[in-house]
């Protein structure tokens, strides 16, 4: 899994919103509120901190989706996994502060909140709008 920068999520949020913009029919109200909702806690969040890890938005981990069916057998069993933030916290700094502050038991010695919550961009799923759209019509 490669990481995506925060910095680089937020502009294809940007992005996101310019072409929605350009064809608004396409998009519900609630997806690009949720979108200019995220910008807008992206930017307080690297304003409040400046030296977070761009890597993992101050989180301190990746997250991913895998698939854990057998191969081959067409199901799809979701689950969702965690790996540690190689560019923070496997070399013992902080995720929100960028300081060298993780002891050997591996907990802050800086007193940084960690919102596990935060920060992966929302995902749209509009498209589903064109089916709804045709079988609403049917």
């Not at 910008?39 to 990746?62: M, N, R, S, V």
Request: glycine share 6%; proline share 6%.
């Amino acid at each position: 899994m490669k990481p995506v920068r925060l910095d680089d999520m937020m502009v294809q949020v940007v992005r996101f919103l310019k072409r929605a913009r350009e064809q608004p029919e396409r998009h519900y109200d609630k997806c690009l509120e949720n979108h200019r909702a995220w910008l807008i806690d992206a930017l307080y969040f690297l304003a409040e901190h400046p030296d977070a890890c761009q890597f993992c938005a101050g989180t301190g981990y990746f997250e991913y989706t895998e698939n854990l069916a057998p191969f081959g057998s067409g199901e799809n069993w979701p689950c969702q996994m965690t790996e540690p933030c190689t560019f923070c916290e496997e070399q013992g700094r902080c995720a929100v502060c960028g300081r060298l502050t993780i002891n050997e038991d591996g907990e802050r010695e800086c007193g940084c909140p960690v919102d596990e919550s935060f920060f992966y961009a929302p995902e749209c799923y509009c498209w589903t709008r064109e089916w709804e759209d045709d079988y609403a019509g049917a």
